[in-house]
């Protein structure tokens, strides 16, 4: 059984740029969180989706960005005109169920805004 | 509000002596707590977790972590570091809701 995939692994980007992750749950799982960390910083929670439903988005910022979990697909956080501050790594995670008890984490896009 | 405190930001340990990695929590209820390590540009991995049967929880790589209500804290130990514990370990809340709360991790630095 795969573990949770993400790609692109690593992403270069200019500002202005449109940066999309691209987040392959595990088996089975159709609860996917995404979450960002910053330098030197622990984990925030930007948003949780169920297949085609965005549950709660509350950590999401308000302005650029957005994610969609499609009924067919992998889930997909994008990001546009992409700003230095952006740059970070966005880790996806996926569960069985939710309220979640176990949350199983992707190895992570690091992002890089030039 | 649902918090989640990581007490050092950084430890160094040597090879061979425990492990203390501190971790309180503020929460209105009874949580879900974990530890979770990640390795260098690597995703992070699920150490152990606590969901309110036994407070002595056992998890992988011979580390466990106690919860003790009255102090609101769920510490992370090993008796012996190994040079491969070397990483950053993240406390977690389930808030009981659809977020889990992280701590701002601790660096865990292994001398030989």
């Known amino acids: 059984n795969a573990g949770v995939m993400q790609n692109p692994r690593h992403l270069v980007r200019r500002r202005g740029q449109e940066a999309r992750l691209r987040c392959s749950p595990m088996?089975?799982?159709?609860?996917v969180y995404w979450y960002r960390q910053l330098p030197e910083e622990g984990l925030k929670f930007m948003v949780y989706?169920?297949?085609?439903?965005?549950?709660?988005e509350s950590g999401m910022p308000k302005e650029r960005f957005s994610a969609e979990f499609p009924k067919e697909g992998p889930s997909i956080l994008r990001i546009q005109q992409v700003v230095r501050g952006d740059s970070a790594a966005y880790f996806c995670?996926?569960?069985?169920?939710?309220?979640?008890?176990?949350?199983?984490f992707g190895p992570g896009t690091r992002l890089t805004v030039l | 509000a649902q918090s989640v405190t990581q007490l050092d930001s950084h430890v160094s340990v040597s090879e061979g002596t425990p492990v203390l990695l501190r971790c309180n929590y503020s929460?209105?209820?009874?949580?879900?707590l974990f530890w979770y390590v990640q390795h260098p540009n690597k995703g992070l991995q699920l150490l152990l977790k606590?969901?309110?049967?036994?407070?002595l929880v056992k998890g992988i790589n011979g580390f466990e972590a106690e919860f003790k209500k009255s102090e609101t804290s769920f510490h992370l130990t090993k008796p012996s570091a190994h040079m491969s514990d070397a990483a950053e370990y993240f406390c977690?809340?389930?808030?009981?809701?659809?977020?889990?709360?992280f701590g701002a991790g601790t660096r865990l630095f292994v001398k030989a």
């Open positions: 088996k089975g799982h159709s609860h």
């Open positions: 977690a809340a389930d808030t009981g809701g659809f977020k889990t709360i």
């Open positions: 606590y969901t309110s049967a036994a407070t």
């Open positions: 995670a996926s569960s069985l169920q939710s309220p979640a008890r176990e949350q199983f």
């Open positions: 989706l169920q297949k085609e439903n965005i549950i709660d």
């Open positions: 929460s209105s209820y009874s949580p879900s």
